[in-house]
Nanobody, 120 residues
């Protein structure tokens, strides 16, 4: 059973930094993409950043140049370093693991979410 445990959220002033961590366990596929999505009140969940098992990264335009995603495969952990935070970054951040078994055959897993609040 896949479990994703997030940590690192909190309250920070605009311009500040936070680092989110997500520890994954129970994954059975060596091919996966792990990353972060966020959902602000009244808005749909949106992609923030992902990183594949091969190290390829993908970022939302709104966070490019400010956020950096990385993964430590020895610890099965993904990190999101968030710098130059803005009030519009305020949201619940969810860790996502996409296990890929074959073309078109995959399963998504989600963490419980961690709140990030950026004050102006």
């Amino acid at each position: 059973q896949v479990q994703l445990v997030e940590s690192g959220g909190g309250l920070v002033q605009a311009g500040g930094s936070l680092r989110l961590s997500c520890a994954a366990s129970g994954s059975t596929s060596s091919l996966n993409t792990i990353g972060w999505y966020r959902q602000a009140p009244g808005k749909q969940r949106e992609l923030v950043a992902t990183i594949s098992s091969g190290g390829s990264t993908n970022y939302a335009d709104s966070v490019k140049g400010r956020f950096t995603i990385s993964r430590d495969n020895t610890k099965n952990t993904v990190y999101l370093q968030m710098n130059s935070l803005k009030p519009e970054d305020t949201a619940v951040y969810y860790c996502n693991l996409k296990e890929v078994y074959s073309i078109g055959d995959y399963v998504n897993y989600w963490g419980q979410g961690t709140q990030v609040t950026v004050s102006s």
